[in-house]
Structures are given as C-alpha cells and as structure tokens.
C-alpha cells in the first residue's frame, strides 16, 4: 500500500491542480494532501482567495485525494513523512531540487507542471475581465477602428 503525499495551496483549483492530483496518486494507492493553512500562506506571502476551509472542501472532493491535513510550517514534512508512513513525496516541477533533502525519508518526485495555468494567473484574468475600463477608453478604441 503506497502513500503519497504532496503540498500546496490549490486555491481556486484548476486544471493543473488536477493534473497534479491526478498524475501523483496514480504512483501510489493513496493520495494525502499537506494543504497550506492561512497562516501559513500569510508567512510566504501568498494571498488565497479561499480560506484554509474552504481549500480543503474542494480538495476532498476530488476523487484523486483520499485525505488532507494542514500545512503550518516548511520545516514539517520529515515528521509528517514519519507520522504518515508516505513512501513518496510529489511535487511540481516550479519545486525542483527544493526537497531532495528528504529523500533521506522517503523518495521524492517532482512531476512537470501544467502550462499555462495558475492560481495568480486566473486570479489576474478575472482582475482584469471585471475591471472597468477607465473612463474615455471606449471612445478612444472607437476612434482608433476608424
Ligand atoms: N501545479 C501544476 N501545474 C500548474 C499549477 C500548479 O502542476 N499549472 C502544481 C504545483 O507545482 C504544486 C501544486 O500544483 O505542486 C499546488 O500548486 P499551487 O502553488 O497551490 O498552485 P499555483 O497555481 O501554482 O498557485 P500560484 O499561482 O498562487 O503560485
């Protein structure tokens, strides 16, 4: 019975979050999720738009993820490693060579990552999709197809 685990903040989850899940519990028979908490988002300076509660609603309703707990620290994993009995840690490629450390722990993995798709960038999509334009721009765009 091999366990996987994996970290992250998966605000907004997309497609990549899904690739991810999907492709890290396909090497193993159970897939837990280290879920960032609020607090620990604040500390790295990573703005949620969810929090902690919701995150982790969408999460384990995905077929792929079997449970989650919280993230408060960096310096965790190893004793979560330990305490889960995880035979394998998946991250993403943006975290290459970031955890091989503990690899004394068990084996670690980093999977490429989706292109095109992240949490900041539909978070700057739907910035820019509901912000008004400023006042006069549709003259001038106007003016500009004659
Ligand atoms: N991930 C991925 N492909 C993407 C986006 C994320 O494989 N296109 C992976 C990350 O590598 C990480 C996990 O999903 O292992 C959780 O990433 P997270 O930081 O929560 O998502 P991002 O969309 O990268 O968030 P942000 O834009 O805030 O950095």
């Not at 330990?82 to 060579?97: E, T, Y």
């Amino acid at each position: 019975m091999a366990l996987v685990l994996t970290y992250g903040t998966f605000d907004l989850l997309h497609v990549g979050h899904v690739n991810l899940l999907r492709r890290a519990r396909a090497l193993g028979d159970r897939l837990v999720v280290g879920l960032s908490s609020d607090a620990f988002n604040a500390l790295k300076r990573k703005h949620a738009t969810q929090p902690y509660a919701d995150r982790e609603a969408v999460l384990r309703a995905i077929r792929y993820v079997d449970d989650v707990f919280p993230e408060e620290t960096w310096e965790q994993k190893a004793d979560d490693i330990r305490r889960l009995g995880a035979d394998l840690l998946v991250m993403g490629s943006d975290w290459s060579g970031h955890f091989d450390d503990l690899s004394r722990h068990c084996a670690v993995h980093y999977l490429p990552r989706t292109e095109n798709i992240s949490s900041s960038l539909l978070k700057a999509e739907i910035r820019r999709a509901t912000t008004p334009a400023p006042a006069g721009t549709s003259l001038l765009m106007a003016g500009s197809r004659r």
